[in-house]
């Protein structure tokens, strides 16, 4: 399925046929992805955006998501932490430390990235099982991308 190029989000590399790949679904509605100008772009400032596209079989979603770049980052950035954070969780009864919700502090611009466990969720304990369940069942589905994410970061020298 083409991706649009009249909307506001202008998109200059598109990965098509997403659907196709998007985890263990194949019916899904994320139809594609694409890297271009930003929709929020004013006159004399451009921002680039990635955008996940979706299509509910008849309109263009209003679910589609646009973020910028570097929101993109961080978003992998937190996914590897909160994986890695799952991988050594067994260690605690509940999964969590009661008494230390905070899982890591990463250092970005000047700043801090805080990446801790949701102590005022209600349903804590039966959640995090959930999450290291789902985590567990995905593990190759999302091995495959992190080594491929790997690899590239590589080859860019990073």
Not at 40 to 63: C, I, L, M, P
Request: net charge negative; with cysteine; proline share 3%.
């Amino acid at each position: 399925m083409k991706i649009p190029t009249t909307l506001k989000h202008k998109p200059v590399i598109v990965s098509e046929n997403y659907d196709k790949i998007d985890g263990r679904d194949s019916q899904s509605d994320a139809k594609g992805l694409s890297v271009g100008l930003a929709q929020w772009n004013d006159r004399g400032k451009v921002d680039v955006s990635a955008k996940v596209w979706r299509y509910t079989g008849e309109k263009w979603s209003r679910q589609s998501e646009e973020m910028p770049l570097h929101r993109v980052i961080d978003l992998a950035i937190f996914v590897c932490r909160t994986k890695q954070y799952f991988r050594e969780a067994y260690r605690y009864d509940k999964l969590y430390d009661e008494n230390d919700a905070q899982i890591d502090r990463i250092a970005l611009q000047g700043g801090a990235m805080d990446v801790s466990v949701c102590l005022d969720n209600p349903l804590l304990e039966e959640d995090i099982q959930l999450v290291a369940k789902a985590l567990a069942a995905d593990d190759e589905l999302l091995g495959e991308r992190l080594a491929r994410l790997a690899a590239i970061l590589r080859e860019m020298g990073y």
